[in-house]
């Protein structure tokens, strides 16, 4: 009899937590209509819920500053980008260092697809055109830089994509590329002050 008892409190409480995270994901979903039809405004709004999910945590804690990584099922432009960081309250991420640079090149492997080559995101920092160097978001010149090979293009291409080779960390191909704001990457990494001190 208190097994029967038991049993029938695990499934009533197994129940209420599967309704409970159908409601929650509606919820989500009520907040960000999307319009029937229309890819492009269903994969941003794929993106703005993943942001959204991604607050309260951190990727990467480096210098009092929180780093995600997010990863949308289509490629984005920079424009889309831009929106998802916002959408998790920060802003596109910049590097801070070598050391930085490759914790973060940590994270993009870990977060490779198998099969895939390489994963490639969104950063903050631009290209100054004139001198090739990299400037942080705040025009300051960027304190570490590393190029994949051949990069940057002459002339260069103003904003800044970071690429990682999945199956060898030493490729000349992991590091910064010189791109188009219409070009699209795998993700962005976004760059917000630490939840806990909000």
């Given at each position: 009899?208190?097994?029967?008892?038991?049993?029938?409190?695990?499934?009533?409480?197994?129940?209420?937590?599967?309704?409970?995270?159908?409601?929650?994901?509606?919820?989500?979903?009520?907040?960000?209509?999307?319009?029937?039809?229309?890819?492009?405004?269903?994969?941003?709004?794929?993106?703005?819920?993943?942001?959204?999910?991604?607050?309260?945590?951190?990727?990467?804690?480096?210098?009092?500053?929180?780093?995600?990584?997010?990863?949308?099922?289509?490629?984005?432009?920079?424009?889309?980008?831009?929106?998802?960081?916002?959408?998790?309250?920060?802003?596109?991420?910049?590097?801070?260092?070598?050391?930085?640079?490759?914790?973060?090149?940590?994270?993009?492997?870990?977060?490779?697809?198998i099969g895939a080559g390489?994963?490639?995101?969104?950063?903050?920092?631009?290209?100054?055109?004139?001198?090739?160097?990299?400037?942080?978001?705040?025009?300051?010149?960027?304190?570490?830089?590393?190029?994949?090979?051949?990069?940057?293009?002459?002339?260069?291409?103003?904003?800044?994509?970071?690429?990682?080779?999945?199956?060898?960390?030493?490729?000349?191909?992991?590091?910064?590329?010189?791109?188009?704001?219409?070009?699209?990457?795998?993700?962005?990494?976004?760059?917000?002050?630490?939840?806990?001190?909000?």
């Amino acid at each position: 009899m208190v097994s029967m008892t038991m049993l029938a409190v695990t499934i009533t409480c197994v129940f209420s937590c599967v309704i409970g995270g159908i409601e929650s994901m509606r919820g989500v979903n009520q907040k960000f209509k999307v319009p029937a039809g229309n890819t492009t405004t269903a994969v941003i709004d794929e993106q703005r819920s993943i942001a959204h999910g991604n607050e309260g945590r951190c990727d990467v804690l480096y210098d009092r500053k929180c780093f995600n990584l997010i990863i949308s099922r289509a490629s984005m432009p920079l424009g889309e980008a831009e929106v998802v960081c916002k959408e998790a309250k920060g802003k596109l991420a910049n590097v801070y260092g070598e050391e930085h640079f490759n914790m973060l090149r940590a994270l993009l492997r870990s977060r490779t697809n198998i099969g895939a080559g390489g994963n490639s995101a969104w950063f903050g920092m631009t290209v100054d055109e004139s001198t090739r160097r990299v400037k942080l978001s705040n025009g300051e010149w960027a304190p570490y830089t590393r190029w994949t090979k051949s990069r940057p293009y002459t002339p260069s291409r103003p904003y800044i994509g970071f690429y990682v080779h999945y199956d060898n960390l030493n490729t000349d191909y992991q590091g910064y590329r010189d791109l188009w704001s219409s070009q699209t990457q795998h993700g962005v990494v976004c760059e917000s002050k630490v939840p806990w001190e909000q």
